[in-house]
């Protein structure tokens, strides 16, 4: 009798904290995916981690705190910004390297120039301009942490720079067409005896070219999945991972063998990969809204992560316990911002055993159209309130270089332009009618003369959104280099833009969408040639050295380094 | 007897054409495409929140329904020097289009001159025509002829001024 009492005595008990406790385990299961951050929400905390940003087509680098994901600044550079790389004494770790805390090395694919921020200025130091004709899209930084290595998407060209001077080494990658996209050089991972080449994707030969470093030329292309995207180095230094675009898988490389490792079904449109310290990878899956989690040592699917919507790039922060989703579109979760729609960065829980595993945590909205971003830990950064300015922060003349940011541009909006695609003569105005669609331009080629007046008029021509097309998307139209300030048009559905410049500057310069629309984005090119005195202008035919003199970027003498002039047979004889 | 089929039948008729007329005239939306695309245009000058929901108001939703904040904002960005003049107009049953010339100061010196066509749909619950802003109906190519492309059963030459 006294053991049944006691048996209620205890069942009332459990009964009672079971009470207490099921709705709120009820309430967690009833969640959705996307978990709301609790308090502290907007609290003067200091986080341990600070991530960098390139902001595309704001041309800044954005600033933010690791986990509150607060925007804290934005540092100015330049027109187009895609790469970020930090400053390090070599190219060991993952990703975000294992950084110095000196500068950010960040490349604009518009200007065609590389950027040195100096991270505890928090300002823009030098400003490098690339050779032309050459067109950059990514950067990656040597072994030795004085050169970048670097592809000229829009050329088929790669290049080496010598980031203290300046001076670069040209090398073609073709045949043409030819497009060199992401790349990366392997890690020795403690291995002094480890060979050490540079990979990079080439999405028009579907390849992943490899270079010797020293002396720097192609040695191999090993065919990959079709298109490949993201093409990256993991930290241990046994495999190169390869996003394949178009055929939804990832393809590792074996870096002592220079062949293919192994092949993976990922999800559809998988674009690039970052790394842990643990032996993980995350790709984010364009297409399939997700990020795949990968075990690199059973080389193995392990998990898989719903995000929001349309993830382009993926950034994981140096504790392992992040990942950041750098969305494409925000569809329904923000207040429209004008044309430009606003993206966003969503932050994932990977850290295993944690209560919001594979959860989002945050979701904020973010300026411009964010590409790569990495992160370090915020102790490399010092604080400047805490007298650290007198200790030798600043001990020579540092320059803080301020770029005139898309200034004297001719723009006007239009009623939506019908004539047809081409070039007419208008007086002594060549007007040019282009269609922009996805995921290409008509006419694929405008060719004017030097001196000539130009009317480039661009008329948007998708239509309206369908299950498998994104949201209702802006086309971009960008002339590289010497006419990129010019241009860089955003032309949303329903009207039409206009620019008007003098052709002034002979040469071949590619045309390419600066706004995200989709998985061919990227492919979204056309050409601008302008014919000087010397002829029909091409690759070798041009006023390239007058182009490397960056005019439109409003830079006092002294303030650019690097371009034609500096361009040597050999960098390695320096 | 027979005065009595007589007025019947006059009246019947009678009646007959009086519906019939009606019904002809309650077919014709009150303002015609032209009248519409200069309102639109005349708004857009105008600009202002108001101003730009009534212009947002005179565009079709039947293909595609563009968000009026986002509508807003890309005509906000026009030229308020921007002229716009009606050149003329052909109605193909549900389905209009009025060609347009668009004057914007050129950086070149004088003006820009666009010609341009915009097309509009016969809304059928509303009977008024709306204009195709998002240019869902615009022809690309030969094989997909849209309303420009196409002989009118109805056309007017006019020039009128958006002021």
Redo the contacts between chains.
């Keep these: 009798m006294k053991a049944a009492k006691r048996c209620s005595f205890v069942f009332a008990v459990i009964g009672f904290f079971a009470w207490l406790v099921l709705p709120g385990i009820v309430a967690a299961a009833d969640r959705d995916w996307h978990v709301e951050e609790t308090s502290p929400n907007d609290a003067p905390l200091q986080d341990p981690m600070l991530m960098y940003n390139a902001g595309g087509t704001d041309g800044s680098v954005a600033v933010i705190d690791i986990p509150s994901m607060r925007t804290y600044r934005h540092i100015l550079v330049g027109v187009d910004l895609h790469e970020p790389v930090f400053s390090a004494p070599t190219n060991e770790g993952t990703k975000n390297l294992i950084p110095d805390g000196k500068y950010l090395y960040v490349d604009d694919k518009a200007a065609n120039t590389v950027g040195v921020i100096n991270l505890q200025l928090g300002s823009l130091e030098r400003l490098i301009t690339l050779p032309f004709p050459f067109g950059v899209h990514h950067i990656t930084l040597g072994p030795d942490g004085k050169t970048l290595y670097a592809s000229g998407e829009l050329t088929g060209k790669m290049l080496k720079l010598d980031i203290a001077t300046g001076k670069s080494q040209v090398i073609d990658w073709g045949p043409a067409p030819s497009a060199p996209d992401y790349l990366d050089i392997n890690k020795k991972a403690g291995n002094p005896n480890k060979k050490q080449y540079l990979f990079s994707g080439n999405y028009y030969h579907s390849t992943v070219g490899v270079f010797e470093l020293n002396p720097f030329k192609l040695i191999k292309e090993i065919p990959v999945g079709k298109n490949p995207h993201g093409t990256d180095a993991e930290p241990k230094g046994r495999y190169i991972q390869v996003a394949d675009k178009l055929s939804a898988t990832i393809t590792f490389i074996d870096v002592d063998k220079l062949a293919v490792k192994k092949v993976l079904p990922a999800g559809a449109g998988p674009l690039h990969n970052v790394f842990d310290n643990k032996g993980n990878a995350y790709t984010s899956c364009f297409v399939a809204d997700s990020v795949v989690k990968t075990d690199l040592n059973k080389l193995e699917i392990v998990d898989e992560y719903p995000i929001h919507y349309r993830i382009g790039h993926i950034a994981v922060s140096p504790d392992d316990n992040y990942v950041i989703a750098l969305n494409k579109f925000s569809t329904g979760l923000f ?2 911002t ?2 430009r729609w606003p993206v966003n960065h969503e932050l994932l829980d990977v850290k295993v055993g944690s209560p919001t595993y594979g959860k989002t945590l945050k979701i904020i909205p973010v300026d411009g159209e964010p590409h790569n971003a990495k992160i370090l830990f915020a102790h490399l950064i010092k604080d400047w309130t805490m007298g650290q300015a007198e200790k030798g922060l600043v001990t020579s003349a540092t320059p803080e270089i301020r770029p005139v940011h898309l200034g004297g541009a ?1 723009i ?8 047809k695609p081409g070039i007419v003569q208008k007086g ?2 060549k007007e040019i009618h282009v ?1 922009a669609f996805s995921y290409g331009y008509v006419p694929r080629q405008i060719r004017v003369n030097k001196g000539d ?1 130009v ?1 480039i ?1 661009v008329t948007n ?1 998708d ?2 959104s369908g299950i498998t097309k994104n949201p ?1 998307v802006i086309m971009g139209f960008t002339i590289y280099g010497p006419y990129a300030t010019r241009t860089m048009l955003h032309v ?4 039409s833009l ?1 620019t ?2 003098v052709a002034d500057t002979a040469g071949e310069y590619e045309i390419y969408c600066e706004t995200f629309c989709g998985p061919l984005h990227l492919e979204m090119r056309a050409a601008f040639f302008v014919d000087g005195p010397k002829g029909q202008s091409d690759f070798a035919t041009g006023d390239y050295d007058e182009a490397a003199e960056q005019k439109q970027l409003g830079l006092q003498p002294g303030q650019l380094e690097g371009g034609n002039k500096e361009v040597v047979p050999n960098l390695n004889q320096l | 007897m027979k005065k009595i089929t007589v007025l019947a039948i006059l009246v019947i008729s009678f009646t007959i054409g009086f519906l019939t007329s009606g019904c002809g005239k309650s077919s014709q939306p009150a303002e015609s495409p032209e009248e519409v695309v200069k309102k639109f ?1 005349a708004y857009v000058k105008e600009g202002g929140p108001t101003t730009l929901g009534e212009a947002y108001k005179l565009c079709s939703t039947k ?2 329904k ?2 009026e ?3 807003m ?3 906000s ?3 308020k020097d ?1 002229k ?1 003049n009606v050149i003329n107009s052909q109605i193909m049953k549900d389905r209009a289009v009025v060609k ?1 010339e ?1 004057r ?1 100061p ?3 010196g004088g003006d ?1 001159v ?5 097309n509009l749909d016969l809304d059928e619950k509303t009977n008024t025509w709306k204009i195709d ?4 109906t ?1 022809a ?1 190519s030969k094989e997909e002829p849209g309303p ?1 492309a196409t002989k009118g059963e109805k056309s007017s030459s006019k020039k009128m001024e958006a002021k």
């Design positions: 207040s429209p004008g044309i001719k006007s909006y239009l009623p939506m332009d019908t004539q002594d105005v269609k007046k009317r008029i021509i239509k309206a209702d949303p559905r329903g009207v206009m008007e410049f | 245009y293909r595609y563009l968000h904040d986002r509508f904002d890309i005509v960005k026009y030229s921007m716009v347009i668009c914007v050129s950086g070149f820009y666009q010609e341009s066509d915009v802003f998002t240019g869902e615009q690309q420009a």
